[in-house]
């Protein structure tokens, strides 16, 4: 878990940078809310989630295009 604000959310996503810097960054899911967080802007509380209480989900690849738009990209 970690905090936003003092918030505590829960890391509902990982993504990696494809411009070769490999930076990280995490979906942090509050409330109703997903936020996309730098690893070097979050601080970890220690805590653990309960797996029990977050469903699975499929995941895709995607790309920010130059407009800051997505685009899904198919696997390699």
């Known amino acids: 878990m970690y905090k936003i604000n003092g918030r505590e959310g829960?890391?509902?996503?990982?993504s990696f940078a494809?411009?070769?810097s490999k930076k990280i960054a995490?979906?942090?899911?509050i409330s109703e809310?997903?936020?996309?967080?730098?690893?070097e802007d979050l601080e970890s509380t220690g805590?653990?989630?309960?797996?029990d209480d977050y469903k699975p989900v499929d995941s895709v690849r995607v790309?920010?295009?130059p407009d800051g738009s997505g685009k899904i990209i198919e696997d390699d």
Request: avoid cysteine; proline fraction near 4%.
């Open 10 to 14: 829960v890391v509902s996503g990982i």
């Open 18 to 20: 494809d411009d070769g």
């Open 26 to 29: 995490y979906n942090i899911h």
């Open 33 to 39: 809310v997903v936020w996309f967080i730098f690893e």
């Open 47 to 51: 805590k653990f989630a309960n797996p």
């Open 63 to 65: 790309t920010v295009l």
